[in-house]
């Protein structure tokens, strides 16, 4: 009788691991399809919705330079694209990617920047080149200004902004100045921003004693922001958002595997960040406000990122 009461026990352990085991499978599976699920849909967004290849840059040499964890040079371009207007870069940001000493930098050119359209030929505003030929002859035109080599271009749409926020929750930027814009007030110090505000906030410029300088360096804080945000974010929950935004609102010349790589190797490079802000002369010409940039200033901004991680 305990014999056969013993090998019951048995029998209904063995049922329990099981059925355990077939629980933690189909965990496991599941899990696995979501996962899966994911990873297509962020593969399908990036390799449909958000490339776009330019002829300026040499892809077969950035792949080259990624394998082997050379500094990369990224162009951020923001594009203020309204109804029936092809749009401006009034963002124009190197973002250089330093793996090997974990550190990153950003210069801001600003856009109304002295400079030969490359491929047009017209010296006017830097930020033209996106309007008479898109991000293309916007890539070229940096390229040729600061010779200088790009690696990719990221191009997002400003009036997309405040969704790109939202989608990543919010950001935190550190504010050195107190002031209103719209409906919103921006005090001293470290503030958390939702999207509407931080459109607001990177788009403040008039009550700048600094102008066009004091809102290229609040349009970094925001860039850095997210990207901040982005690499902390829960991806299984909030994935969805993000490429739904990043679809409608921003292209870029990486595909899928481009990133998967920068993810890998480059990650740690925004541990230590530091911006830069090019300066020049103020004149003004055909009814145009310009900056004249001397040659030893674009000669020090070259050297900057040319030898950026080399030292």
């Given amino acids: 009788m305990e014999r056969r009461e013993l090998k019951k026990k048995k029998r209904r352990k063995r049922r ?26 962020v593969r399908t967004t990036v390799n449909q919705d958000l490339h776009e290849d330019v002829t300026s840059i040499d892809t077969d040499q950035t792949k080259e330079k990624v394998d082997n964890k050379e500094p990369l040079n990224i162009l951020l371009l923001g594009v203020d694209e309204r109804e029936n207007d092809v749009g401006r870069s009034d963002t124009m940001i190197v973002m250089t990617l330093d793996p090997n000493n974990d550190q990153m930098q950003m210069v801001s050119i600003p856009r109304d920047t002295y400079a030969e359209i490359a491929g047009d030929g017209r010296m006017t505003r830097i930020n033209h080149a996106y309007a008479y030929g898109g991000s293309d002859m916007a890539v070229n035109t940096v390229e040729n200004f600061l010779d200088i080599e790009l690696d990719y271009y990221i191009r997002v749409n400003m009036e997309g902004l405040s969704q790109v926020v939202d989608a990543v929750n919010g950001i935190t930027v550190n504010n050195d100045r107190a002031f209103s814009s719209g409906p919103f007030d921006f005090k001293e110090g470290e503030i958390k921003l939702d999207g509407r505000e931080a459109l607001a906030f990177v788009r403040m410029r008039k009550n700048d004693p600094n102008g066009d300088l004091g809102r290229n360096e609040r349009q970094r804080q925001v860039i850095q ?3 901040d945000k982005g690499a902390r974010l829960d991806a299984v929950n909030k994935v969805g958002d993000v490429m739904d935004v990043l679809g409608d609102n921003v292209s870029t010349n990486m595909q899928f595997a481009d990133m998967r790589r920068l993810v890998t190797n480059y990650s740690s490079a925004r541990k230590n960040s530091t911006t830069y802000q090019m300066e020049g002369e103020n ?8 900056i004249d940039m001397p040659e030893e200033e ?12 080399s030292e």
């Fill in 225 to 227: 922001g997210i990207i």
């Fill in 283 to 290: 004149f003004r010409a055909n009814g145009m406000y310009l």
């Fill in 16 to 41: 329990r691991w099981k059925v355990l085991l077939f629980v933690v499978a189909l965990i496991f599976l599941i899990g696995g399809v979501y996962l899966y699920t994911i990873y297509n849909e």
């Fill in 298 to 309: 674009i000669q020090k901004t070259h050297d900057m990122i040319v030898n950026f991680g």
